[in-house]
């Protein structure tokens, strides 16, 4: 997989104990790369990345991404050859109750990992995962592309288009003509086994309907690229992938959405849900006047991704519902297999399902 590029190499993720950082770690583990972890915390309870003792198979370290000291350390001390940055805050609801702690992490914690980079002495090459809320947000029905205007009305949004600003000025200040190669990724919204995240579609739903519970939904016609967590991922690797044998593609940003240019609202996720889940049921709470803004319609063009590096999605929309269902059943009332064997089992039927559809990114 990805050309065999990450067996033996250096990893480092940041987030790593996050939903999307569990899954990245296992995969990289699968594909041979020696992975050290670095989080603040462990961001839920459950949490996939304790269910799965992912502690016991990478190098876990705590540290606060902001501590530009701590990080620039880690880094000369281990000397990567590839970096995935996805610490973040990443809940919009959160950011308007802690804007400020939104900000640090997203846009401080993003300058802080970049300017630790400018002191290693090596070749390296460092994906830095955004947001496809770093857009500013017209809820236009095309698709956003690269090259359109960032920045957004809420903390989290706003947080990541500060971000994007740091990867830019960092890029063109101290990374033209050094042995540090970094990318951009833009990812939708990302479901799957192993969210326990507040305040999300997926989990909010798992967690209720697993004590026979109605869930509430808060806008249940917003619409938004839904997409497999191994989705994004497969993107972010290739992206890696593609920076470490070319200068070409240094410094530019892509999005990476799903297969269906269909628009899905969440309440067509839920009843796609219950489809595997059955007698479980959910009430539309959009009547209420309380809630924080959140956009309606959001979607990506991802077409530079087809362009530049050849990745397309892999999955359907039912079959990215039917995998997560699939693996929060097995959690919940199978238990057929381990929460780790389910995991990799999943990352296997994906890349099969990649290798049998001739993706470039499968070879």
Same mark, same amino acid.
């Given at each position: 997989?990805?050309?065999?590029?990450?067996?033996?190499?250096?990893?480092?993720?940041?987030? @790593?104990?996050?939903?999307?950082?569990?899954?990245?770690?296992?995969?990289?583990?699968?594909?041979?790369?020696?992975?050290?972890?670095?989080?603040?915390?462990?961001?839920?309870?459950?949490? @996939?990345?304790?269910?799965?003792?992912?502690?016991?198979?990478?190098?876990? @370290?705590?540290?606060?991404?902001?501590?530009?000291?701590?990080?620039?350390?880690?880094?000369?001390?281990?000397?990567?050859?590839?970096?995935?940055?996805?610490?973040?805050?990443?809940?919009?609801?959160?950011?308007?109750?802690?804007?400020?702690?939104?900000?640090?992490?997203?846009?401080?914690?993003?300058?802080?990992?970049?300017?630790?980079?400018?002191?290693?002495?090596?070749?390296?090459?460092?994906?830095?995962?955004?947001?496809?809320?770093?857009?500013?947000?017209?809820?236009?029905?095309? &698709?956003?592309?690269?090259?359109?205007?960032? &920045? &957004?009305?809420?903390?989290?949004?706003?947080?990541?288009?500060?971000?994007?600003?740091?990867?830019?000025?960092?890029?063109?200040?101290?990374?033209?003509?050094?042995?540090?190669?970094?990318?951009?990724?833009?990812?939708?919204?990302?479901?799957?086994? &192993?969210?326990?995240?507040?305040?999300?579609?997926?989990?909010?739903?798992?967690?209720?309907?697993?004590?026979?519970?109605?869930?509430?939904?808060?806008?249940?016609?917003?619409?938004?690229?839904?997409?497999?967590?191994?989705?994004?991922?497969?993107?972010?690797?290739?992206?890696?992938?593609?920076?470490?044998?070319?200068?070409?593609? @240094?410094?530019?940003?892509?999005?990476?959405?799903?297969?269906?240019?269909?628009?899905?609202?969440?309440?067509?996720?839920?009843?796609?849900?219950?489809?595997?889940?059955?007698?479980?049921?959910?009430?539309?709470?959009?009547?209420?006047?309380?809630?924080?803004?959140?956009?309606?319609?959001?979607?990506?063009?991802?077409?530079?991704?087809?362009?530049?590096?050849?990745?397309?999605?892999?999955?359907?929309?039912?079959?990215?519902?039917?995998?997560?269902?699939?693996?929060?059943?097995?959690?919940?009332?199978?238990?057929?297999?381990?929460?780790?064997?389910?995991?990799?089992?999943?990352?296997?039927?994906?890349?099969?399902?990649?290798?049998?559809?001739?993706?470039?990114?499968?070879?």
């Amino acid at each position: 997989m990805f050309a065999n590029i990450f067996k033996n190499k250096t990893v480092l993720i940041t987030g @790593h104990t996050g939903f999307k950082g569990t899954w990245l770690s296992f995969w990289l583990k699968k594909l041979g790369a020696n992975v050290i972890g670095v989080s603040k915390d462990i961001p839920s309870s459950p949490s @996939h990345f304790k269910e799965s003792n992912l502690d016991e198979y990478l190098s876990d @370290h705590r540290m606060n991404i902001c501590n530009n000291e701590d990080v620039r350390n880690l880094l000369l001390k281990n000397k990567p050859d590839f970096i995935f940055h996805l610490a973040a805050q990443a809940l919009v609801q959160e950011s308007y109750q802690n804007p400020m702690e939104t900000i640090k992490t997203n846009a401080l914690g993003t300058a802080s990992l970049l300017d630790a980079l400018r002191y290693v002495k090596k070749p390296t090459v460092a994906v830095m995962i955004t947001s496809d809320k770093a857009y500013d947000n017209v809820e236009w029905v095309w &698709g956003y592309r690269e090259t359109d205007k960032l &920045g &957004g009305a809420d903390p989290y949004s706003a947080s990541k288009g500060m971000a994007e600003f740091a990867i830019r000025t960092y890029v063109e200040s101290f990374f033209l003509n050094q042995d540090i190669k970094i990318g951009i990724a833009r990812a939708g919204n990302v479901i799957g086994g &192993g969210d326990w995240a507040k305040n999300r579609i997926v989990p909010d739903c798992i967690k209720s309907w697993a004590v026979n519970e109605i869930v509430e939904i808060r806008s249940p016609d917003a619409t938004r690229p839904w997409q497999h967590v191994l989705e994004p991922l497969s993107g972010y690797l290739w992206l890696a992938a593609n920076l470490y044998k070319t200068d070409k593609l @240094h410094g530019e940003a892509y999005n990476f959405g799903p297969i269906s240019t269909q628009d899905y609202s969440v309440s067509d996720l839920i009843n796609e849900m219950k489809k595997s889940w059955e007698n479980v049921q959910w009430s539309d709470q959009s009547t209420i006047n309380d809630l924080p803004k959140e956009a309606g319609l959001l979607k990506l063009n991802c077409d530079k991704a087809l362009s530049d590096l050849n990745w397309k999605p892999t999955l359907s929309f039912e079959e990215t519902v039917n995998l997560t269902v699939e693996w929060y059943k097995n959690f919940y009332t199978n238990k057929k297999i381990s929460v780790s064997e389910m995991t990799n089992a999943q990352i296997s039927t994906y890349e099969n399902l990649a290798i049998e559809r001739g993706l470039s990114w499968s070879n």
